[in-house]
T-cell receptor, first 114, second 114 residues
Framework: EAGVTQSPTHLIKTRGQQATLRCSPISGHTSVYWYQQALGLGLQFLLWYDEGEERNRGNFPPRFSGRQFPNYSSELNVNALELEDSALYLC?????????????FGPGTRLTVL | AQSVTQPDIHITVSEGASLELRCNYSYGATPYLFWYVQSPGQGLQLLLKYFSGDTLVQGIKGFEAEFKRSQSSFNLRKPSVHWSDAAEYFCAVAPSGGYNKLIFGAGTRLAVHP
């Protein structure tokens, strides 16, 4: 069974640009989560999508947004990039909504903002 | 506010020695508790989880953790460490009410000496 996949592996952008990160969940999983792992800030919850709807978001500005497609894959968009957006962005998926369901993580997309 | 504290940023042990990684949480009720491991260049892998019941939980790779309500702790242990256990370990909590967001500690980086 294929795990959570993310693309691209690495992404280099300059300040002010937009970045788009993609995530494909495990087959059958309906929930997708995004986390940011920035140096010195640890792992922080960004967004949670379930059945195509945004269910919860972390303490991030509105320029962090995303969506979930009918096939449950997801996209994270970061607009007006700032240097501090440089981080590893991890996507996770779970079989259902609710903390009872294990979140399976992808390998991440390393975003570098110059 | 909910928070997770991992007091040890860096731990070094010899191969074959026992290991204990500390985790304390701050939360109004008993949350769901998790330990994840992150190897270099990889995503997070769930080692074990606690929802309720027996306070000593067994996980993969020979790890176990004990939930102590009175101390708000969920420490991870392994009786004999292998060189392949060198990685970063994250303790996480999620509210038990189905509110689907993992709150992570800052992580403990484990180095294993031969």
């Amino acid at each position: 069974e294929a795990g959570v996949t993310q693309s691209p592996t690495h992404l280099i952008k300059t300040r002010g640009q937009q970045a788009t990160l993609r995530c494909s969940p495990i087959s059958g999983h309906t929930s997708v989560y995004w986390y940011q792992q920035a140096l010195g800030l640890g792992l922080q919850f960004l967004l949670w999508y379930d059945e195509g709807e945004e269910r919860n978001r972390g303490n991030f500005p509105p320029r962090f947004s995303g969506r979930q497609f009918p096939n449950y894959s997801s996209e994270l968009n970061v607009n007006a990039l700032e240097l501090e957006d440089s981080a590893l962005y991890l996507c996770a998926s779970s079989l259902g909504a609710g903390a009872y369901y294990e979140q399976f993580f992808g390998p991440g997309t390393r975003l570098t903002v110059l | 506010a909910q928070s997770v504290t991992q007091p040890d940023i860096h731990i070094t042990v010899s191969e074959g020695a026992s290991l204990e990684l500390r985790c304390n949480y701050s939360y109004g009720a008993t949350p769901y508790l998790f330990w994840y491991v992150q190897s270099p260049g990889q995503g997070l892998q769930l080692l074990l989880k606690y929802f309720s019941g027996d306070t000593l939980v067994q996980g993969i790779k020979g790890f176990e953790a004990e939930f102590k309500r009175s101390q708000s702790s969920f420490n991870l242990r392994k009786p004999s460490v292998h060189w392949s256990d060198a990685a970063e370990y994250f303790c996480a909590v999620a509210p038990s009410g189905g509110y689907n967001k993992l709150i992570f500690g800052a992580g403990t980086r484990l180095a294993v000496h031969p």
